[in-house]
């Protein structure tokens, strides 16, 4: 049932901004006032909404739910939505801003961090150390985490490189085999570039690790291994989402498990800090 409820919530702000207007109005609900929600009637939250009964049952089926009642029962034991993670905050209300940032981020972090599976992360970790190669693939706002993850595998001794350019990219692609593997990085999974790459790797039998917020995503479904990285409320505007954070942390917690897995990589670290010592003052 836990695993249920982390799906539904994870699925509700991933899918922020692919909603129908109907649909919008209930996930609105959901989030800034889910009590009403878990004590509503499907009549009474359809009136509120100004939708029909009908709306609200397709909604929870497009939702993998099997009705308005298994909306309520999930909603109602979930603790990942905060009936103060509202978007009504202003550069007028600095405080409250703030505070609903740190709130979010701190949502973010556990939640990805809860989802995680042990039986694939143990694949994960085992995929990582037998690899050849490591093709990191992002873009956009998400290509810093790209570069994080280059420089920590690369401490550890696993040879990773990415690419700002799809161009440059795709030739990197081209020369992976069956020995290497590719980590795609995508917050929505909808990426038509990457895709693009993935199914050339895929071509030539390589693994891929991806890192998403959206499990059923197109980037998720063609991959080997998906790591949900959570995202939590919208501030300013519902186009925004907190991304970033947690696919960091989800590099973070794979970097971390595999110092746990092999301490003596320690060394590697220290090797390389001494090395590039003399550039900091």
């Known amino acids: 049932m836990e695993s249920n409820i982390k799906e539904f919530v994870n699925g509700i702000y991933s899918n922020i901004g692919k909603y129908s207007k109907s649909e919008k109005k209930i996930v609105d609900l959901i989030i800034n006032d889910p009590d009403f929600v878990i004590n509503a009637t499907i009549s009474q939250l359809a009136n509120r909404s100004n939708i029909s009964e009908a709306s609200v049952s397709r909604f929870c089926k497009r939702a993998g739910l099997n009705g308005f009642h298994h909306l309520k029962v999930l909603l109602a034991q979930s603790s990942f939505i905060n009936t103060d993670s509202q978007n009504n905050v202003s550069l007028d209300s600095e405080d409250k801003t703030l505070d609903k940032l740190m709130n979010d981020k701190k949502d973010e972090i556990q939640a990805t961090l809860e989802g995680f599976d042990k039986a694939m992360m143990e694949k994960i970790i085992q995929v990582i150390k037998d690899a050849r190669l490591?093709?990191?693939?992002?873009?956009?706002?998400?290509?810093?985490?790209?570069?994080?993850?280059?420089?920590?595998?690369?401490?550890?001794?696993?040879?990773?490189?990415?690419?700002?350019?799809?161009?440059?990219?795709?030739?990197?692609?081209?020369?992976?085999?069956?020995?290497?593997?590719?980590?795609?990085?995508?917050?929505?999974?909808?990426?038509?570039?990457?895709?693009?790459?993935?199914?050339?790797?895929?071509?030539?039998?390589?693994?891929?690790?991806?890192?998403?917020?959206?499990?059923?995503?197109?980037?998720?479904?063609?991959?080997?291994?998906?790591?949900?990285?959570?995202?939590?409320?919208?501030?300013?505007?519902?186009?925004?989402?907190?991304?970033?954070?947690?696919?960091?942390?989800?590099?973070?917690?794979?970097?971390?498990?595999?110092?746990?897995?092999?301490?003596?990589?320690?060394?590697?670290?220290?090797?390389?800090?001494?090395?590039?010592?003399?550039?900091?003052?």
């Not at 039998?205 to 059923?216: G, M, Q, R």
Request: charged content about 15%; some cysteine; aromatic content about 8%.
């Open 134 to 281: 490591i093709q990191i693939m992002a873009e956009g706002n998400t290509f810093p985490v790209a570069l994080d993850a280059c420089f920590k595998f690369n401490q550890i001794g696993r040879l990773a490189f990415t690419a700002t350019s799809w161009e440059v990219a795709m030739g990197q692609t081209l020369n992976l085999t069956d020995s290497d593997l590719v980590i795609v990085i995508s917050n929505s999974g909808e990426s038509r570039q990457l895709i693009q790459l993935i199914e050339v790797a895929k071509k030539n039998n390589v693994t891929i690790i991806a890192l998403t917020n959206n499990h059923s995503s197109p980037i998720a479904t063609l991959s080997d291994f998906n790591v949900v990285t959570a995202s939590r409320g919208t501030i300013f505007m519902s186009e925004y989402f907190f991304s970033r954070v947690s696919a960091v942390t989800a590099i973070e917690a794979i970097f971390m498990l595999m110092l746990a897995d092999n301490p003596q990589l320690k060394k590697k670290i220290q090797k390389h800090e001494l090395l590039i010592a003399s550039k900091k003052i």
